[in-house]
């Protein structure tokens, strides 16, 4: 969906009365609608991104002219999640895009047949599906236990690939970081169906597509796919760092920041707490206090500022999947996995302790927060400061195991 017909029909519904509106655009950097994929600086790339640009610009003043303008409304703009870029070096050197346009010889996502690598390399066939991604689950067949024998085989067999990378000739391991249900529940990968639950999930280098083709490499099984070339829903900062930009009545004026540590679940409370409204079970998000005027604050949250702002901060690090927590587990469950059976079994004994304490710490802070946020109760300072507290221990105690 390009900018101008998303933003048209956004704007359509705004002027016939609807007044909560949301609209999706496609990404810039894919080809649409003929398919294939820009590299970051192609001339057509640009072009793309001026065409967004322009239609921003048409959007905001078509709704200017029925009065809709930020001074009355809220307007909230985010990426789902960054994208990695898969592909060569740009042409010519020192390229920007801008004052010279980029050229690549070679772009696109390095598919990987993880069923023919594991058969040739391995020489593993144990019959298993996969959710092809570049962090794709997968699913033994039989469900076996995260603890037997074939499912333990398979993952140390699965860690052990290796290709090398058209893109940097490095012959390394596929895989950077495994998570089997006790790590995935940690990063709030499960769901209330055991069904659903993978055997275990693998992120991959970003430059990877992995999936499961004929258990051979009769055919290459590491290919480039020029369709693609911007990969995401892995584990890495260039994809796990993305933006969020709101502007209307109670929003702060600050320009471009990287003060505030959010994610996703932060976007729904921040609104509602701005439009005077609730939900009514809690949030895993919390308002983001630091972006709304004083004056919009809900009561509970114009107090105790600091506390507030130090105890929203150490929630986000415990709680959400890519804070420091998150990471860190995930970093020792890659290595219980890979590991001998004897480690395994002590780091998910370690991390299923942490994460339990996990839970009812930020369990206890997002509790304390909703309550500020939309029951008009005041931040207890010292409980606060004592939940901050153990939000930092859980965070150092995850560090030594990840070591």
């Known amino acids: 969906m390009s900018a101008a017909s998303s933003l048209g029909y956004v704007a359509q519904m705004q002027e016939a009365g609807i007044p909560v509106t949301y609209g999706y655009l496609s990404d810039a950097h894919d080809r649409h609608p003929s398919g294939g994929a820009y590299g970051p600086g192609e001339a057509g790339y640009v072009a793309a991104l001026k065409s967004y640009d322009d239609a921003f610009g048409t959007f905001f003043t078509r709704l200017a002219k029925d009065g809709i303008t930020k001074d009355n409304t809220l307007f909230v703009v985010t990426s789902d999640e960054n994208d990695h870029f898969a592909g060569g070096p740009a042409s010519p050197a020192g390229c920007d895009g801008i004052h010279v346009p980029c050229t690549y010889s070679t772009i696109g996502e390095v598919n990987a047949n993880v069923a023919g690598l594991l058969a040739t390399q391995q020489g593993v066939t144990t019959p298993f599906k996969v959710h092809a991604d570049s962090a794709p689950n997968f699913y033994l067949n039989g469900n076996p236990a995260r ?22 000739g490095q012959n390394k391991q596929i895989f950077s970081y495994f998570a089997d249900p ?18 275990f999930t693998g992120f991959a280098d970003p430059d990877y597509f992995v999936f499961a083709g004929a258990p051979n490499c ?21 994809i796990n760092v993305t933006w969020l930009g709101m502007v209307g009545p109670g929003i702060k004026h600050l320009g471009v920041t990287n003060s505030v540590w959010s994610d996703h679940t932060d976007i729904r409370p921040t609104i509602l707490s701005l439009v005077g409204l609730a939900d009514s079970y809690r949030s895993d998000g919390r308002a983001l206090s630091e972006l709304i005027e004083e004056n919009r604050l809900p009561v509970g949250l114009r107090g105790h500022r600091d506390t507030l702002s130090a105890l929203g901060a150490a929630y986000k690090q415990l709680n959400a999947s890519v804070g420091a927590f998150g990471t860190n587990t995930l970093v020792a469950s ?33 509790a304390q927060l909703d309550d500020a946020t939309f029951h008009h109760e005041r931040i207890n300072e010292p409980l606060a400061r004592l939940e901050i507290a153990l939000a930092e221990g859980l965070i150092v105690a995850s560090a030594a195991l990840a070591r």
């Open 147 to 168: 603890d037997a024998t074939v499912t333990r085989d398979f993952e140390h067999a699965t860690a052990a690939l290796t290709a090398t990378n058209p893109y940097t």
């Open 334 to 366: 890659t290595k219980g996995i890979d590991g001998p059976d004897a480690r395994y079994a002590q780091t998910m004994s370690a991390l299923t302790s942490l994460g339990q304490l996990r839970d009812l710490v930020a369990g206890q802070i997002a």
């Open 182 to 199: 006790v790590e995935m529940k940690l990063l709030h990968m499960v769901t209330g169906d055991p069904h659903r639950t993978p055997t």
């Open 218 to 238: 009769a055919s290459p099984c590491v290919t480039v796919q020029p369709g693609f070339a911007w990969n995401h829903g892995d584990f890495s900062p260039d």
